[in-house]
């Protein structure tokens, strides 16, 4: 009986009441993990991530099973592979950094007008590229969501007002001084033309794209905008999310894609993140006689 009692004490002492710092705790923890793991959805080290996953396996059962050559060795591995993956994913860690500190945190609510706004924007978006794609003019609009794109801003013309069909067709009009560059549009409305990002690091992107789609993967690649192409050489309409390229999209496609990206909770029955795959898979199977390319 007094051994029961022991251990019920010791049981008690454990337990520590869930205060409201342990709550922050988990809270904090969940959302570094859930943005681990988005970070590892949306760049190409998903089979690193599994490879870790099975060595960290391996050293928990040779730990169990005592198996200790085979332990000591994974041991090592795991040590000095920590050391290792921070000097081979420097790139991927620098840039999973910046995305949280642009992180806007105001944005993670977006309200009614800011809502209302983007869809006006999409509208006029699909209405002004269908006319550039058809007449081959060359376009780039980078539509900024969490993550602040200030410095691709600061290098370009800054600007405040509505997206409008044939605004858009004016500034991308070849001759017109603000064509040269990207268009920024946060919250529905073009806060920036003639602006500059950055190229794509991705060796393997395919020799047929230009600078301008570079340019657009690679804005895609640093942050969580959604940029929209028009190809200047086949007038060829293209979508870049998270490094990955949607290529030959019709307008209708585009406009689809545009508002599961930018107004995700408008669909019913879906959660947003598996809304927003699922849109690129279909993007690409709805469409007759536009195929689908990845990068
Ligand atoms: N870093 C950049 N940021 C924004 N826009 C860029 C950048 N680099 C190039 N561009 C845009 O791309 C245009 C030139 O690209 P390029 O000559 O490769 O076009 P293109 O042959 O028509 O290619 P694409 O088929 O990709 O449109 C420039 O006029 C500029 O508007």
Known sequence: MEGILYLLQQLKAMVTPFGISDLIDILIMAFIIYKVIMFIRRTSSGAVAKGILLLLVALLVSGVLQLNTVNFLMGKIVEYGALALVVLFQPEIRRFLEQMGRTNLGKVFSNAEERNELDGAITQTVEAYASLSKSKTGAL?????????????????????????ELLKNIFWNKAPLHDGAVIVRAGRIVGAGCMLPMSGNVNLSRELGMRHRAGIGASEHTDAVVAIVSEETGSISVAVGGMLKRHLAPETLERLLRNELLPEQEENESPAKFRLMSLFRAGKGEKGHGEENH
């Open 141 to 165: 609009m980078v539509f900024e969501r969490k993550n602040m794109l200030e410095d691709a801003i600061k290098t370009g013309t800054a600007l405040d007002c509505t997206v409008n069909a």
